[in-house]
């Protein structure tokens, strides 16, 4: 699994976390400290959601992807 940047308002610790969204399972990345979500992804036998969120998570304004 890839390494979490801190949160980019608060600088806190984000966490990789699962839940439910319309009844499909989804992964999304969460800071501990301001509770800031990131973008989520539905998980799916082809798609890598908790990549897809670490890399949402990770993204910086102005960073090249």
């Known amino acids: 699994m890839s390494d979490l940047k801190p949160c980019p308002f608060c600088g ?13 399972d ?3 990345v969460m800071c501990k400290e301001c509770m800031c979500r990131g ?3 539905f998980v799916s036998p082809k798609y890598a ?3 897809k969120a670490i890399q949402a998570w990770n993204r910086r304004e102005g960073e090249q992807p």
């Open 49 to 51: 959601s908790e990549i």
């Open 26 to 28: 989804i992964s999304y």
């Open 12 to 24: 806190g610790e984000g966490e990789l976390s699962s839940g439910k969204y319309d009844g499909k």
């Open 39 to 41: 973008e989520f992804f």
